[in-house]
T-cell receptor
């Protein structure tokens, strides 16, 4: 089944403790992206990647890092999480630039 | 950052009624996308639009890419209870990087 998977689905952590949220797609998509969703704000793009080793900032990249070493994986790294990074995070992928994006199930992160 | 103005914020309608929602921006977009999100899930693509003026249908849903490339609308005809959810528009454009901007969403309630 074609899909985007994220792990973990739920995570509660403390301020400053480094964490990684994984994202993987099995559709051989070139373009992958991370979003955060907060009440009343819709989804805001954090980082995106147009292909392996090619990443760029979205609208809200501060406090996040990404890497794209393989086509199928695009992990989101929070080196020193803070409470304002408590949010619902979505990974998405698309066949290529400008095509429709398919979303994973989401990761709900709480930073205490 | 860039913004999409999505309206209305919420709608309360009777089953069988038609629904219309729209997104506007001061910026030009290359692609317009419409998504639906249900509780606990990621957004699911409804319709993708790639050309100015394009009108596309998906069952009871119809969406159009505005001729100015700065707006898009989504219509739902003969609404049913399972149409309940949050509908998001998203615009994609290249501005020294390919970014995706989401509207804040339209929350639809359908009374049987």
């Amino acid at each position: 089944e074609a899909q985007v998977t994220q792990n973990p689905r739920y995570l509660i952590t403390v301020t400053g403790k480094k964490l990684t949220v994984t994202c993987s797609q099995n559709m051989n998509h070139e373009y992958m992206s991370w979003y955060r969703q907060d009440p009343g704000l819709g989804l805001r793009q954090i980082y995106y990647s147009m292909n392996v080793e090619v990443t760029d900032k979205g609208d809200v990249p501060e406090g996040y890092k990404v890497s794209r070493k393989e086509k199928r994986n695009f992990p989101l790294i929070l080196e020193s999480p803070s409470p304002n990074q408590t949010s619902l995070y979505f990974c998405a992928s698309s066949l290529s630039l400008g095509r429709e994006q398919f979303f994973g199930p989401g990761t709900r992160l709480t930073v205490l | 950052g860039q913004q999409l103005n999505q309206s209305p914020q919420s709608m309360f309608i009777q089953e069988g009624e038609d629904v219309s929602m729209n997104c506007t921006s001061s910026s030009i977009f290359n692609t317009w996308l419409w998504y639906k999100q249900e509780p606990g899930e990621g957004p699911v693509l409804l319709i993708a639009l790639y050309k100015a003026g394009e009108l596309t249908s998906n069952g009871r849903l119809t969406a159009q890419f505005g001729i100015t490339r700065k707006d898009s609308f989504l219509n739902i005809s003969a609404s049913i209870p399972s149409d309940v959810g949050i509908y998001f528009c998203a615009g994609q454009r290249y501005t020294g990087g390919f970014k995706t901007i989401f509207g804040a969403g339209t929350r639809l309630f359908v009374k049987a």
